[in-house]
T-cell receptor
Framework: GDSVTQMEGPVTLSEEAFLTINCTYT??????LFWYVQYPGEGLQLLLK?????DKGSNKGFEATYRKETTSFHLEKGSVQVSDSAVYFC?????????????FGTGTRLKVLA | GAVVSQHPSRVICKSGTSVKIECRSL??????MFWYRQFPKQSLMLMAT?????????EQGVEKDKFLINHASLTLSTLTVTSAHPEDSSFYIC??????????FGPGTRLTVT
């Protein structure tokens, strides 16, 4: 079945460091891909998305490119800030019996130190 | 646009009682709503999918008699945890969709059963 594999955390970085969080997926068909961020005690916020191969999603300095050949959607940011500390979820949206459902990765906790 | 609210944000109830959580799409009509459960430091687990006016479709392993879902209108779905027990304590998140690949998430409800 469809699945999302995300690098395990926690990831601890110093402020202004480069961030990469790996995400690979397995899916039949052509899923849409998402990155969500969750701050402590809160729900999920959409960070970025891509709906087809070679699309690049970007928002707030974060970027991810939909790579069909490597089935990946790695999240990157050139210079992280303390305020980026949160849990990041990679997800895909796939149609099942006429309904689109999400499959989430396990989440990666990021801690940025001042 | 595409705002989803949940009420209450936090609830504490005694073991054996029932508790209802509301999920509302505030500025759009949601053809499909989803209910997720999230354990501490874990990913989201899809519990059920509901379409307005029809019975919810529960994921394998989710007790439909314990977690009652009603989707009475295109803007409101409710999750009732019946005869709650401490093991039902969790973070419950709903999402809503316009019958497309993207879901819009609510802020979550923290349920504590004492």
């Amino acid at each position: 079945g469809d699945s999302v594999t995300q690098m395990e955390g926690p990831v601890t970085l110093s402020e202004e460091a480069f961030l990469t969080i790996n995400c690979t997926y397995t899916a039949t068909g052509y899923p849409s891909l998402f990155w969500y961020v969750q701050y402590p005690g809160e729900g999920l916020q959409l960070l970025l998305k891509a709906t087809k191969a070679d699309d690049k999603g970007s928002n707030k300095g974060f970027e991810a490119t939909y790579r069909k050949e490597t089935t990946s959607f790695h999240l990157e940011k050139g210079s992280v800030q303390v305020s980026d500390s949160a849990v990041y979820f990679c997800a895909l949206s796939t149609a099942s019996s006429g309904t689109y459902k999400y499959i989430f990765g396990t989440g990666t906790r990021l801690k940025v130190l001042a | 646009g595409a705002v989803v609210s949940q009420h209450p944000s936090r609830v504490i109830c005694k073991s054996g009682t029932s508790v209802k959580i509301e999920c509302r799409s505030l500025d759009f009509q949601a053809t499909t709503m989803f209910w997720y459960r999230q354990f501490p430091k874990q990913s989201l687990m899809l519990m059920a999918t509901s379409n307005e006016g029809s019975k919810a479709t529960y994921e394998q392993g989710v007790e439909k008699d314990k977690f009652l879902i009603n989707h009475a209108s295109l803007t409101l779905s409710t999750l009732t945890v019946t005869s709650a027990h401490p093991e039902d304590s969790s973070f419950y998140i709903c999402s809503a969709s316009l019958a497309s690949y993207e879901q819009y998430f609510g802020p979550g409800t923290r349920l504590t059963v004492t």
